[in-house]
């Protein structure tokens, strides 16, 4: 049987797939959420380690240090600083090259946060070079931190006096990428920011203030955006954050115009209440009509929204209501305001209509303006 690996595109093919698979797994490490800040200097504040090759000794795999005797103390060493301070910090851990030349080997780790300095635990040393690490976020919790972190190391031994060396150290930072995200609340024709409106980015939300803003920092990857206005939801997008975005959101909020019309739809009627309710029968805009009989009501979400017509402005008297589903910006409604609503009747004796004025062949109703 012929072996397929004598094909020579068999065996180019095979040889990219495993360049393909090593370069992927060596890079696991590198990915970018992840940064190796390594040793960038020596202070020659503790001397007491033997040293091989060029300060800071502990930066590159030529060179290293070494202790035989216990209690022999090396430092201090500083780091090379972050290039993501705007980034959310995760974790930081401290990992060292090293080994041991017998057993019941070990130095401590001590850490300096740019205020104190702490034992951070113990690092014991396999009898072949190999990697060891230890998690130090509960002493460098902060950017700030991480750029002013600085080590020394202390030998221990148990009993025999063989040596330990370390040849390479770095901090290994797990931060998140992060963005600002600047989103504004707007009606429907980009005019009016919109005030107290939910604003969810996911799970998250704010209320926007009294310009529409609402605004977070450190965002990374897609986040889903949805805006609720008086429980209806006006608007809804996805966001790829991979920059800082500043982003107007335009809302299903729509202006609509009113006109009250009497029972006998003829003329108008003007100085009363239209009040615009939801279905939680929450209040989310009113008006006074005019001398046209009209009203202009602003920013009404796209739903099924109930209009109620009063002869008062403290709402005592109810002569008018509908409920009408809002589709479009500048949408025209009127409403007929009846002497008679439901279980409210207004006596005869109050003069709701006050007059007839005959303009140009047309008739205009009015309410006295002490009666409102």
């Keep these: 049987m012929k072996s397929t690996f004598g094909n020579p595109r068999i065996v180019f093919l095979l040889s990219f797939i495993l360049l393909f698979i090593s370069i992927n797994v060596y890079g696991v490490r590198a990915s970018p959420d992840k940064e190796t800040l390594y040793v ?5 504040t503790y001397t007491e380690w033997s040293t091989s090759g060029i300060s800071p000794y502990i930066n590159d795999s030529d060179d290293y240090i070494y202790a035989k005797n216990g209690g022999y103390t090396e430092g201090y060493f500083t780091f090379t600083d972050t290039a993501h301070s705007s980034d ?54 902060s950017w700030t931190k991480v750029d002013a972190c600085q080590l020394y190391v202390v030998y221990q031994k148990a009993a025999k006096a063989d040596y330990t060396y370390v040849r390479r150290c770095y901090l290994y930072v797990d931060y998140t990428v992060g963005y600002n995200l ?27 203030d009294e ?10 990857g897609t986040v889903e955006i949805q805006v609720k206005y008086f429980g209806y939801w006006v608007n809804s997008t996805s966001l790829t954050m991979d920059s800082d975005k500043t982003i107007d959101l335009r809302c ?31 209040q989310i805009k009113s008006g006074i009509t005019d001398a046209s009989g009209q009203t202009y009501l602003t920013n009404l979400p796209n739903n099924t929204l109930t209009f109620t017509v009063y002869a008062k402005s403290d709402y005592s008297i109810v002569i008018g209501n ?9 949408q025209a409604l009127g409403i007929t305001a009846n002497q008679n609503y439901g279980n409210t009747s207004i006596p005869w004796f109050m003069t709701i209509i006050a007059g007839i004025i005959l303009t140009k062949g047309k008739k205009r109703w009015w309410l006295k303006k002490e009666e409102i």
Excluded at 184 to 204: C, E, F, M, P
Excluded at 211 to 220: E, F, R, V, Y
Excluded at 322 to 330: A, C, G, R, Y
């Design 40 to 44: 960038n200097g020596f202070d020659s």
């Design 322 to 330: 509908v409920t009408q589903l809002i589709t479009n910006d500048e």
């Design 211 to 220: 310009d529409g803003w609402a605004n977070w920092t450190q965002i990374s």
């Design 182 to 208: 600047n989103l504004r609340v707007l009606d429907w024709d980009l005019t009016d920011a919109i005030q107290g409106a939910i604003v969810y980015k996911d799970s998250d939300y704010k209320i926007s």
């Design 88 to 141: 959310t910090l995760n974790s930081v851990e401290i990992c060292f090259e090293c080994y041991q030349q017998g057993s019941g080997e070990w130095f401590e780790v001590w850490i300096y946060d740019g205020s104190g300095w702490s034992d951070m635990g113990d690092i014991i040393p396999d009898t072949s070079y190999g990697w060891k690490s230890m998690d130090i976020s509960s002493k460098i919790d």
């Design 252 to 282: 299903k909020l729509y202006d609509v115009k009113v006109t009250v019309l009497p029972d006998n739809q003829q003329g108008i009627i003007e100085l009363v209440n239209v009040t615009v309710l939801n279905s939680t029968q929450n």
